[in-house]
């Protein structure tokens, strides 16, 4: 039988998540509701890499220019949420996007409003994962991109496959005029944010698979 699945949020975590269900649950009716425009490319956060490849291959559409090599230390994070959403929608997964979810009950009834055909209204699913990201307070790190003669003696770093460095620290004022591009972020270890995020949606669908889907 054919159980429809609704991600809420969909951030680096959520489309592990789908595409680790799709895995295990290839007829599964997947749905994720996201209130930005488009997923990946809006926005950078941490995209260290402690190796590579980090996902299975059918998770990513083509990445070009941006895909490291095995020895690369990171990916642009918005390229990598960019390249496993356009897998997920060619494994046939819907997007609606421009949409904020304002309810959902104990009966799998999403509430929502945003764009598209339905403008607003409720839509009923089997299991909803409200994955979106964490509002509370976390640790405030700024990052930046610099060319490789310009990486600082200092922060967390790693290369990228176009030649630039990726820097995050805290607590340093920085030289501002060696910066191809600035960022800050909220989290606990920038270090290891990718692969704890795609880890922990493997983990939510495990979960889900078998507590819910398996009998």
Not at 20 to 37: F, G, K, R, T, V
Not at 90 to 111: K, M, P, Q, Y
């Amino acid at each position: 039988m054919t159980r429809s699945i609704a991600i809420i949020g969909g951030n680096l975590q959520s489309l592990s998540s789908a595409h680790s269900i799709l895995d295990n649950y290839p007829d599964a009716e997947l749905h994720i509701m996201e209130e930005a425009a488009e997923i990946g490319l809006i926005g950078e956060g941490p995209g260290i890499l402690p190796h590579w490849p980090i996902t299975p291959a059918h998770w990513l559409s083509e990445l070009g220019s941006q895909e490291p090599n095995p020895s690369s230390g990171a990916i642009r994070r918005s390229w990598l949420e960019k390249a496993m959403a356009t897998s997920l929608a060619n494994r046939g997964c819907t997007f609606h996007l421009r949409t904020r979810v304002v309810a959902v009950n104990d009966g799998g009834e999403v509430t929502f409003v945003g764009a598209g055909l339905l403008g607003s209204g409720e839509l009923h699913f089997d299991t909803v994962l409200d994955m979106r990201d964490s509002t509370h307070t976390s640790t405030e790190w700024e990052g930046g991109i610099c060319l490789q003669g310009h990486a600082p003696p200092f922060g967390v770093q790693g290369s990228r496959p176009d030649g630039t460095i990726e820097v995050w620290w805290r607590d340093y004022n920085p030289d501002q005029g060696k910066w191809v591009h600035r960022m800050s972020w909220g989290g606990s270890d920038p270090e290891s944010s990718v692969e704890t995020d795609i880890n922990a949606g493997i983990e939510t669908a495990s979960t889900l698979i078998d507590t819910i889907i398996q009998p």
